[in-house]
């Protein structure tokens, strides 16, 4: 039994590498090296949650701390454009999931045109974020020496000109700190995202993703999805606060 | 877990790979992008303490449908998937739940 | 019957021999020879780590400053600890142990991803070179906990080069985790179920879950840290709003879980040791596992008891304090069943299980010192004092780096093929317990009578108690150095190892001694359960093919 189990391993190694260039030599199967490969991509996803979850839980503090003052620093960001991005993310989504698909369906052209299809997406992505972003530095909205806030605390404009309140400049600043870092580290990942994909693109254009082996392909799309799933959080939470007033 | 070793058992699982529909993937993203229509919607409205719990619910909930379905955790035999989800999501919450503990109870009495 | 691969000139292939030079070296991705790429740097910042150490013991000699300045004394102990923590304890055992032993131990032929293996160690010399950096640049002085906002606001120290190298072996830290865990999944040799493998193995699968989850959340908060510091941003600045607290608890969030990364897989060690020299199974082998997960688990739910006196509310402390003491519990269920296993066992006293009794009495007092720590009222009195000190400086130094010197002894015929000279193992470890107890002990005295920690100068009737701690420090000092030097020696000079010196159970003995690069001349396959110490003759022999010098 022993060895011929060895022996079982030993030619489907060979009868693999033959079929499959790509299996390593340390694993058995092809088979064996994909599930391995998806397990390592999940865990790296899990440490991203910790990650950004640092991030959130700071967030969550200061919200819970200085609700009002979010509330008005929220409505200094423009919905239009948070709205047209979560958009974007959502199409770049299904452009990934129909990229797969092209792949099983052994469609070369039509893979690298979804792959190319994202990257687009991607990067409109990060073109109206730094759009928005300058638009912060231009109201002196961005934390530093130079952050200047004297806006109202929302449904503060119904009450007579002089008994409005206005928002703490500091708590609006911390609003500030941790958009810029949450959504500068949602950037950060979005670029190398779409770096990896222009990789990917090239070497699909090569021909060489199959049906047979994807798997790059697929890891790369439970990344982006990642992302994704970050964005419609940080959307939810720093553009839709208090809008209602 | 299981008796059998961790080579052997991957080769039945070698023919079963899915193929969404593309019926299926675009129905998905009609229902993320009714989603993201319905919290913005949702956030005009004045539902006091509740609109923060209903944008973070929408935002699950699409949240959910991107780990089932685009992510394919629906489709895979893979067990340890979502206990890795899980896992993550658990210690985030504890992270989160813990922190607002202290922040929650400081000044009481 | 196993096969060596054997070369024209009669030599046995193995790991060390198949190729030379640098670029063998530099480039391998054999984890065997990635282990001593880590053993190589781990002991270099031990040796940095440990400069620090004696220099703050020379400072304390005396009452007051005698030395250095207040300034420099706050650099000493804050590099110390940084070096000691994040190049040293945290990622020793799994570096290098783990990553030598684990594929052996559940017959694959590497770990899952021998590229990223490699890329942990390049990531871990990055981090290392920038705390060289930052001591060369005229050192960090935050203490190893980067309080903010000190860290943020106050201090022109070299902060963010010491943060960044920080990050950076944290990055290594996860991707070895993460290596481990899928490594362990899908890597296993047919037959060699979850239940059949060894606990050094779980244990630094547990090990490496914290790793994986608890990691990134210090990375987080140190580039909030630079970023605060860089942009004077007021995440964590009272006068700006923020909370310094925010920072403790993020820190703390990783940190505390990272000291069972430092301890768990030294219980692995201890396993493997106290079943092999006392010639039995492992009492209570599921209790055992469930224990190192549940002390992962349980080990994520208690980080504010860092902080009972730094402002948390009450209510919060009280929980954090509930939550402390069921975390020593499965510790303790791993001591009694080490003692359960020793008991009516054939016991000999070799070097290896000399180090493992010296942790279970060390460990089992730094533990239960921490369930003084854990109780409210008296955290009050010692937090801060050298009580504290003592408490850890008995887990990570009595517990992991007595197991670490275990593991090495028990291990080093495996990894280089050579047997280390018994009597001097022997001498060493006694020197290494007995200075050891000299320096810390006195530490628990002293934190109790009411010195703080991170002082240098303190009243003139402690002075005795610190001679005494500095004397043992030596003494320490001397135990390490013994060993550096005769398993040096021993390379050129030791006698030849079997594959099975101690006769010892588990698939890494059923290999020769050093291993060939693929581990195995031939798949293992598994038929029998851990620790069969009552079977021994129903394993399969090897065919002894020695190396050629």
Redesign the interface.
Known sequence: MQTSQAAVDQHADQEHAHENPALLHHFATAEQQKNAAGLGMWLFLAQEVMFFGGLFCAYLVYRYKYFADFGSASQQLDIRLGTTNTVVLICSSLTVVLAIRAVQLGKRMALVFWLLATILLGLAFLGIKADEYAEKFEKHHVPGPSFNYHELLPGQEKFPAAERQYANPHHAEMFFSLYFAMTGMHALHMIIGVGLFGFLAYKAWRGKYTPKYYTPIENAGLYWHFVDIVWIYLFGLLYLIDRHR | ???H????E??S??AS?H??S?GS??A??VA??AG?TL??AA?????GPF??IV??T??TI??TL??LF??HVKYTH?K??GL??V???F??F???A???????????R | MATAVVSDSGERETYLNSGYGLKSWLLTVDHKRIALLYLMSITFFFFIGGFFALLIRLELLTPGGGLVQSDTYNKLFTMHGQVMVFFFVIPGVPAVLGNFLIPLMIGAKDLAFPRINLLSWYLYVIGGILMIYTILNGGVDTGWTFYTPLSTEFLKTNVISAALGVFVAGFSSILTGLNFIVTIHRMRAPGMTWNRLPLFVWAHYATSIIQVLGTPVVAITIVLVALERLFHLGVFNPALGGDPLLFQHLFWFYSHPAVYIMILPSMGIVSEIVCCFSRKRIFGYKAMTLAVVGIAVIGFLVWAHHMFVAGISLYAALIFSLLSYFVAVPSAIKVFNWTATMYKGSITYQTPMLYAFGFIGLFTIGGLTGLFLACLGMDVHVHDTYFVIAHFHYIMVGGMVMAYLGGMHFWWPKISGRMYPEGWGKLAALIVFIGFNLTFFPQFILGYMGMPRRYHMYPPEFQILNVLSTAGATILAVGYLLPMIYFTWSMRYGDPAPSNPWNAAGLEWQTHSPPPTFNFDEQPVVTWEAYNYDEMDEIPEIREVPVAN
């Open positions: 877990m299981s008796d070793n961790s080579a052997s991957q080769t699982e070698h790979e193929i969404s593309l993937c675009l998905i993203w993320l992008l993201t919290t913005v956030a005009f409205i004045d539902l609109n923060t944008a973070l929408i935002a699409k949240a991107v780990v685009y992510m893979e340890l998937t890795v989800i896992s993550a999501i210690f985030l504890i992270l989160l813990l922190s607002m503990a202290d922040y929650t109870t400081r000044l009481w």
